[in-house]
């Protein structure tokens, strides 16, 4: 018996924009950037990376570009009535495409396989879970 790929889907706050997420993520990451904890108001981000024919959505998004501490582009869409950032693409990976998990109806990722920016992590924040850890 062949089984069906999973189907991953997402909403912003309003409902206006949807975005279908088939199979699986390539990986999950925590993100503890300034940028990431300004983006979720938050002390991290949680996200998901697909390649980008994994993704399709149905909505209007605003866009918005800034350059990362990297030096590469970072271009965060995101619902222009609710602002909920639905999607982040990253220049120097063309090819694929992140998502918050916090947008998607569904509950059952997987944890995060690491964790980035440590260096900017808040002190208290621990994770019980296997997970690598970069600065």
Known sequence: ?????????????????????RGEPVRSAI????ECQKRTGSVFGVQARFLADQISYNGELTQYSRIADSGNQVSYHFCPRCSTTMLIKLSNSPDSIVVPI?????HDFPPPSFSVYEQRKQGWVKFDCQIEHFD
């Open 102 to 106: 916090g947008v998607f109806t569904d």
């Open 31 to 34: 993100c503890h950037c300034f």
């Open 1 to 21: 018996m062949v089984s069906k790929p999973s189907i991953h889907i997402a909403d912003c706050s309003c409902g206006l924009v949807n975005l279908v997420c």
